[in-house]
């Protein structure tokens, strides 16, 4: 038996997603403060720091219910074997049936990446090394626009995902 979530565009038909929508309508009219004051734990339950990042999503109307349902929904979309397809290089992204290789611009790691039995490594470097060559070559004011001048703005339109654009 096919189980529905795991084909795109079906989540929002499968039950545990029914059972989310039902859940935020029952909690709408739920206030912070009445959360806050019947879990005085609250703002260390729903918070989570790694690194120098941290995450506060205590002032959303979440509650253990909203975690169980999430996780559930995780679970049943099979997320865990979809990440695991995405770090492993294979073909996840349905629109181009090809991997979604951004993690590869983003990984420092040096083992090979086999893609079609070919290590995209070497290619990945190689991109990353050009994206530092020509935001060196803007900065230090060596490319020159069509009027002979240095660049001395850049637009950079991207389609999302990826944090080459800015950092470039």
């Known amino acids: 038996m096919v189980n529905r ?87 996840i992204n349905h629109t181009e049936r090809r991997p979604a290789l951004h993690l590869a611009l983003r990984s420092r790691d040096t083992a090979p990446l086999l893609i079609d ?12 090394e050009r994206v530092r060559a020509i935001s060196e070559a803007v900065r230090g004011r060596a490319w020159l626009g069509v009027t002979g001048q240095p660049i001395r703005n850049v637009v950079n339109i991207g389609i999302g995902g990826s944090d080459l654009g800015p950092k470039m």
């Open 5 to 91: 979530v795991n084909h795109p565009g079906s989540l929002r038909d499968s039950p545990i997603w029914q059972e989310l929508i039902s859940h935020q309508h029952d909690g709408s009219n739920t206030l912070l403060r009445e959360l806050f004051a019947t879990d005085p734990s609250r703002a260390d339950r729903y918070a989570i720091q790694f690194n120098d990042i941290y995450l506060d999503y205590s002032k959303n109307r979440i509650t253990d219910k909203t975690m169980a349902l999430l996780f559930r929904l995780a679970r049943e979309s099979g997320l865990e074997g979809w990440r695991e397809r995405l770090f492993l290089g294979e073909p």
């Open 117 to 128: 039995g070919e290590d995209i490594r070497p290619q990945v470097r190689h991109e990353l």
